[in-house]
Structures are given as structure tokens and as C-alpha cells.
Nanobody, 123 residues
């Protein structure tokens, strides 16, 4: 089972990026998914979570109203559309999968992790 995240890069403040994450090796729809981020010297932070069918989403306070998480079970992928980016959004972004209730904000509750993709927002 493997998660592969992509889409990170360098963007100016106010810009947008779209991250994607693909799961291989298992039935994707069995998992609820989450995005987390970790900036240098800081703890891993919950960004967003989505239910198994994509019908419900939840967001961290820092990104609410700017980021949108979605999933395509036919393609085994989740996406994170990030708009109105700020320098404080700069971090390594991770996707994670959990065989349980969606929306868990603790990284310890997620079973499978991707390798991370770097997002850098310049001021």
C-alpha cells in the first residue's frame, strides 16, 4: 500500500496550487483521507479531512474558506485545492489514509502516509 503526493511548488502570496495524492495497492474507498502539513520546527498540523464517499469534509481553522479537499474514488485520488495562499502556508504537505471515522485531526490516528510534497509561498 502506497500513497504518492504531488503538486507542490513555489507560488507567490495570493496564488493557488492543487495537490494530488494517489493510493495504490488497496481499495481506496475503504479509507477516509486527510491532509496534514508540517513547517520547520513545528508540529504536524491537520489541514483537511474527507469521508470515504467525499460527501463530508472538515478543515483546519487556518485554511477554512481557502482550501478545498475532494476525492475521486474511480481514480483512487484525493486533491487539495489551495487558494489565496499565504507565506504561513509554507510547509511539507502530507496525505494520509485511515480505516476509521473521517475528520480525525490527530496524525497518530492515520494508518498510511505519503512522502510529502513541499509548498513554498513567497511574500
Amino acid at each position: 500500500v502506497q500513497l504518492q503526493a504531488s503538486g507542490g511548488g513555489l507560488v507567490q502570496a495570493g496564488g493557488s496550487l492543487r495537490l494530488s495524492c494517489a493510493l495504490s495497492g488497496r481499495s481506496f474507498s475503504s479509507y477516509v483521507m486527510g491532509w496534514f502539513r508540517q513547517a520547520p520546527g513545528k508540529d504536524r498540523e491537520f489541514v483537511a479531512g474527507i469521508s470515504w464517499n467525499g460527501g463530508s469534509t472538515v478543515y483546519g481553522d487556518a485554511v477554512k474558506g481557502r482550501f478545498t479537499m475532494s476525492r475521486d474514488n474511480g481514480k483512487n485520488t484525493v486533491n487539495l485545492q489551495m487558494n489565496s495562499l499565504k507565506p504561513e502556508d509554507t510547509a511539507l504537505y502530507y496525505c494520509a489514509a485511515r480505516a476509521g471515522t473521517y475528520g480525525s485531526r490527530s496524525p497518530t490516528l492515520y494508518d498510511i502516509w505519503g512522502q510529502g510534497t513541499l509548498v513554498t509561498v513567497s511574500s
